[in-house]
């Protein structure tokens, strides 16, 4: 079973325009990374709010994922447009 991974962040101010670019260049690699099976970005103007919402085949593709952009400047590069680290937090779907 797949889990959902989301990411809460405040862009900082003034940094959309160049946010915007940056994702869109970016989305495709991740989306075609080993276990990744979504991935959908909203953003919130007002409050500049940015949610990425994933979904991976596992926790552990994930963590590589995360290790990966960590080792190749991404993840950095990512931060640099934020106010403060990510909120992630990992969610199981419940068949109810």
């Known amino acids: 079973m797949s889990i959902w ?3 809460e ?3 900082a101010e003034g940094q959309f325009g160049k946010l915007e670019p940056f994702l869109a260049e970016r989305l495709p ?3 075609g990374f080993d276990g990744a099976l979504s991935v959908t970005v909203y953003y919130e103007a007002e409050t500049r709010g940015l949610l990425i919402v994933e979904e991976w085949l596992s ?3 994930h963590a590589a994922y ?3 952009i960590t080792d190749n400047g991404v993840l950095a590069q990512l931060a ?3 106010t403060a680290p990510p909120k992630v937090q990992y969610f199981k779907r419940l068949v109810i």
Do not use: N, Y
């Open 5 to 7: 991974v989301t990411l």
């Open 9 to 11: 962040m405040e862009v």
């Open 29 to 31: 690699a991740v989306r």
């Open 80 to 82: 640099s447009f934020m």
């Open 59 to 61: 926790k552990e593709h």
């Open 66 to 68: 995360i290790q990966a």
